[in-house]
Every structure is written in C-alpha cells, then in structure tokens.
Nanobody
Framework: QVQLVESGGGLVQPGGSLRLSCAAS????????MGWYRQAPGKQRELVAT???????DYADSVKGRFTISRDNAKNTVYLQMNSLKPEDTAVYYC?????????WGQGTQVTVSS
C-alpha cells in the first residue's frame, strides 16, 4: 500500500500562483502514474494532470498553459505548479498514485481562489 501526503494548498487571489506537493511512501512499484485530481462543491472529481514514469504528461483542457506537473523520482514526489489561478480553480485537490498494484489517494488539500 502506498501512502500519500499532500501539502501546499491555501487561499490565493485571482491571477496568483500556488505549488502543491505530494510525497509517496510505502511499497512503490517503479512503473506508475502520479497525478492530481480536483473536486469542487457539488461537482464530480475531475482529472487535472498526470505524469507517467518516463515523462509523459497529460492535462485537462481547462488548465493547459497555466498548470505544470512535474515529479522528483528520487523523492517519490509529484508537484503541481499552478499559475494564473482563476476562481473556477477553487476545489479540493487530491493526489493519486496508480500502478499495477495500487490505486491510492491523498487526503486532499483545499485551494481557494478569491479576492
């Protein structure tokens, strides 16, 4: 089982930036996908971005050009740099780790974009 610990959420004004981090620990299968999802009040959880081991990334259309996902494999950590934040980015952001053996979720971190 993989454990995930997220950090970096908070309150930011429109146009601002935040960086989320998610550290994985436990029995980590080397071929994996780490990513970020979000869930706004009254809405379903949706994909934000994923980073497949080896460097392939994928983004939701709504965040392309504003958000960047990256990972430090030595630290088993994935990051989400969020720039030009909009009020509609407000949500709980969840880290996800997927492999042949796991599908683990973090506890979630709140991101609020408001003036």
């Amino acid at each position: 089982q993989v454990q995930l610990v997220e950090s970096g959420g908070g309150l930011v004004q429109p146009g601002g930036s935040l960086r989320l981090s998610c550290a994985a620990s436990g029995s980590i299968f080397p071929f994996n996908i780490m990513g970020w999802y979000r869930q706004a009040p009254g809405k379903q959880r949706e994909l934000v971005a994923t980073d497949r081991i080896g460097g392939t990334t994928d983004y939701a259309d709504s965040v392309k050009g504003r958000f960047t996902i990256s990972r430090d494999n030595a630290k088993n950590t994935v990051y989400l740099q969020m720039n030009s934040l909009k009020p509609e980015d407000t949500a709980v952001y969840y880290c996800n780790f997927r492999s042949l053996r796991d599908n683990s979720w973090g506890q979630g971190t709140q991101v609020t974009v408001s003036s």
